[in-house]
Every structure is written in structure tokens, then in C-alpha cells.
């Protein structure tokens, strides 16, 4: 019973977020679905036609590759040959062959057991409800088959013929994924990432190299997934990253299969509809609509392959390169010394070229270097990165040593950040803007007023993270709620309200109020979330000395409320916090390295949580499938009149 009422409760919510004409699309939709179950004649049964070609120059530039990149790839390319994956915290057996036998793509990772419902037609196959105990993202990230790129770039460079090898490994995955069913073929961007995979590994090993058998799986391969991309896009409110990659897809699909049906108009149709989301889906201050940072580099990162395979990298129109470079300018302003961004909002590791299977702490920094190379600004180079596969593809500008320093609001994302003069400054991020993007803000958190410190290279003041999408609710609400941000929560309830994975009940209204840099740096900020509830408004002002101490000044405007007032600062896993005798402070340190002191003069008293399972505070979870105990610092009490913080900054090797 619980389950059923817990479907319709979800139904009801999302049902909620759509308007008459995305009810009228979903309903057609549906119909189509059902009607699409005809298929089933397996891959023999998908027609194909024409040429397979490759996306022009990709084999030369990693031919070209320097030789720190080489031995990188070198290393991922033997652990895929032995048999080692391992993605988002999930291993798997190895397998007793590579290319594995086709019932490896099935495995669940945590008991090496068949996914369930692997036979099923796609869309019948019920993945958000039903499933508490299993989480699809791991399988589906396998079923992208990212690491066939290093895999075909590691046999270039080496001289070696491994298209056997490669070929296999696509094989193999087609035996175990027949054409619509099973998980794999549950949304286009699946299909889309997979497309770019083979797209790439191809392109990169050359198709003259490949037998005629193997030439018309792969024609088969390109046909069936753009045929289910086009059919069933990602619209309306679920027009996000999504979309974004399904006309990626389709661009560079079209490209390898020439001969799919209208693929010339196909292939110009997306990359025009790509060149309207890149306006519609990043703000003109350059904040991703996602309000997540990876996440919108994972969407620019997807534009720049499609723009590669059309060869249009260079020739992009003004208002892209606006856009792109606004985006970048953005990104280096999160930035702390070591080229890293707070982990706003929603992050599953996602990309679209993958040198290694594991996570990059620095990917919005890659995706950053790539736009700089793409748009011939220099200027808007990070100033570090990790060496990847991409750099070659997408010709990512080398790192520059220049930081930004001062305070810059960008007004339309609705985030305000304060950067220090030192030479590895100390970077403060302040939250004002929405929830997320269209009516269901998927991957936004209740994050509103949060801030975020970082001290050089070293996260002090840290974001709570991701962890898992659908298999626990409970645990999805939790790493979105307001009481694992750093800002105040009210009597326990949230600045917004989940209704689902990835949906809202109610979505707070965040708007700046004043952002000044004279006579002092300060930038004040309010929201209604708990108008509703307490009709009140919970205003925050940030000020900084340029210097060392940052003043953070709360309130609650309104109606006067006796509600408990949680204020809440998450802190890094490697610093450890103390807790001063009368609880008005607490002291970060990293080691004997004073860093941090948090004061508050006022009514609130000081008390640390650490990964506690009753409430689930004091939890991080530094990349998706992996969470970890950590401080989290919570002053408490009630709040009649403003409280005000003291954020001092103690010192910084190498900064201060």
C-alpha cells in the first residue's frame, strides 16, 4: 500500500509542475511509447543504410597527445583490458573475458547479480518506484561505455591493432542490449553519451580498419539509437542537461551514419535547437539555469563535441561565444587556489569524454580550459587542470596563473562571490538565486542564502553533495535539505520543500537586495521560504573586511516568530572543529593549523554533529555512491533580533 500511495503522491507532484501544453506532450507521448513496443526483430531487425564515416581530425590529435596524457591513458586503457571497472563507488567482478560475455552489461554491481527487468521493454520498466534497495545510476554510467576513448586512444598512440579488441567490446554490448529493451534504453541521454563513445573510439581507431560485418553493427549501433533519441525528446520541464546531450547525440550520430533517413537536416535542426539551449539554459551573467556548476560544464562540454564533429568549433556565432566565455568567467570566479568549485546543487560525475573511470575533482576546470581554446580567450584559462583526453579533442588552452580578486554578483544566476588579494586567495560563494531550472528545478537543493568558503587550496565551509538519485527517497531528501546547507533552517522545516527525486512541493524565492563594494564590501540578500509557514523572511547579509574576517548578520523579517532557528556550517572531512567552553565559537583547524574561527554574538549556541543516522547531519558525500562522516558546526537557539557571525580567517600557508 505504501508503495502505491508513494507512486501517486509522485505522480500528483510532477503532474503539478506541468502546464496544459507539456500535459497535452506527455499524454501524446505515452501513446507513442505503447506503440513503439513493435520492435522486436533484435539488431538484425534494424535497417541501415549508407557510408560509416568518422568525425574528421580526432585521430590525428590524439596521435599528437603530449606524453604525460599518454601514460594516463596507457594506465586506464590496462585496467579496462584486465577487466577493472569501477564507476560512481561501485565495482565490478571482473569479468572471466574481455570483450566480457553480453551478460556482463546486466550485473548489478553490489551482489554481481542481473539487474531486474533487463528483458523488459524500456518503458515499462519501473526504476523510480519499487527499487529501494538498487541504484540504476551505476549501471547506467557502465552502459555509456566511456572507456572505450581510452581504450581506442591508448591503441593509437602504442601503434598496436587492437579494432579487434574495440569492435568487441561494442559487440558484445549488443548482444547483451537488444534495441529498446532493458534499462539501457530508458532515456535518450543514455543513448546520446553512448552514441559519442562509439563515435569517438572510432573515429579515433579509423573505420578502414574495421571488417564489413563489423562496419554493420556499428551502422546499426548509430541507426537505433538515433531513431529513439528522435522519437521520445526530452521537453518541457525535463528540457535541462538532458536535451542538451540528446542533440548532441543526434549531431554527432548523424555525422558518423550519413545515411540515416534526413540525417543532413537532422544533423543542422540540432545543432540549431543546441545553439538556442546554450542561450536559454545559461544565464547572461554566465550562471549555469541548473544552479549546478558541474553540471552546466557537463552541458558546455556535450555543445563543444557536437560543435567538433561539424568542424564549427572555431566559427561559433557572437552571442554562443558570449555566452560560452561569460560561463567560463563565471567559473573562474568559484575557483579556489587549486582550480576547484563548491559542489552546488546536484553532481553525478557526469561528462562526455572520460580519460579514467574515476572522478574528476577538477572537471568544471577542464571543461573551463576547453572554452578558452575554443573561443581564443587566454584570458579565461583556469589556472589549473588535470591532463585529459579532452584537452586533445576539444583543444583545451593551456592554465594561466591569474585569479580573480574582489567581489562580483552576478545578478541574473543569483550568486554573489568575495575573493581576497592574496596569492592564493581566500574565495567566499553567497547564494541568492533560484532553486533550479523550469518547474521542476531537478537538480536544484534548498540551498537558499548558503554560503561556501574555501582558504587557498583548502574547502573549509563545504557543500553536503549528491550521494544517490533514485533507490532511497529518504536519503536523496536529506542531502537536499536545507539542514545540511550553511543557512539557517527554521523550526525544522526546509526552505523548500522535496516532492520527489527531482521535483519541489514548494520552491523558496531568493533575491538580492544590495551588493556594494564601497565604503565596504557587503552583499545582502533575502528569501520567502518560510513566508508561507511562519511568515517571516530570512535575510542575510555578508560583509568582508578585505582582509582576513567575514561578518555574516541573519534575521527573520516579519511577523515575529518563537520558532527554532538552526544555523548550519558543513565542514571539510579533513578539518576537525572545536567547540569553545561557553559555545559561542568554534575553531577549524586542519592538523595544528589553525584555519577558521566561527563566532556568533547573539543568542545561538554552538554544537558539532558528526554523521549522525537519526538525523542524517553531519554527512558529505565527495562524489556520487559515497558518503563519508564529517563536522557539521550548528548554532541553535531562537532569534528575536538579527545574529550576528564572525568568520575569521586565522591563516593560510602560502596566502596570508
Known sequence: MESVLGRAAWYRDRLAAMSAAEIVHRLVETANKQTARWHSGGWEGVESLGPLTTILGIRSRIIASPSDLSAFISCEADNVRAGSFCLLGARWPKPSSIPPDPSFWRIYPEDGEPFPQWDAYAFDISFRHGMNTRDMKPVWE????????????????????????????????????????????????????????????????????LDGVTRSAALRFFFAHLDWIKRFPSLHSSANNHRIAELAGLVVGSTMAPGFPDAVALRENSWRALLAEIDQQIHPDGVGGEQSPSYTAFSIELFLVAATALGREANLPATTVDRLSAWSEYSLWLMDADAKVPAIGDCDDCRAIATTQAPEPRYVASVVAAVSGCVGRPDLAPPAKDPGIRDVILRSAAVAPAQRAGMRSFTSGGYSVIRSRHKDPVVLTFDHGPVGYLSIAAHGHADALSIWLSVGSQPVIVDAGTYRYNPNRELRDQFRDTAVHNTLGLSGIGSSRPSGPFNWASKAKARLISSETTPVTRVVAEHDGYVGPYGVRHRRTVEFDDVSQFTIIDELVGVPTDGSVTISFLIDPTCQSTVEPDRSGVLITRGNHQLVRIANAGPLKARVVRGDQATGLGWLSPRYGVRVPTDQVLFEGHLHKPSTFAISVLSCEGSI
Not at 166 to 181: D, E, Q
Open 142 to 209: 557502465l552502459n555509456r561505455l566511456q572507456f572505450l576513448v581510452p581504450l581506442a586512444a591508448d591503441a593509437v598512440l602504442k601503434k598496436h591493432d587492437e579494432s579487434v579488441l574495440l569492435t568487441g567490446m561494442i559487440r558484445s554490448w549488443m548482444a547483451g542490449n537488444p534495441p529498446f529493451r532493458g534499462p539501457s534504453w530508458i532515456f535518450g541521454i543514455e543513448a546520446a553519451l553512448r552514441i559519442i563513445s562509439v563515435a569517438l573510439a572510432l573515429s579515433i581507431i579509423g573505420v578502414d580498419r
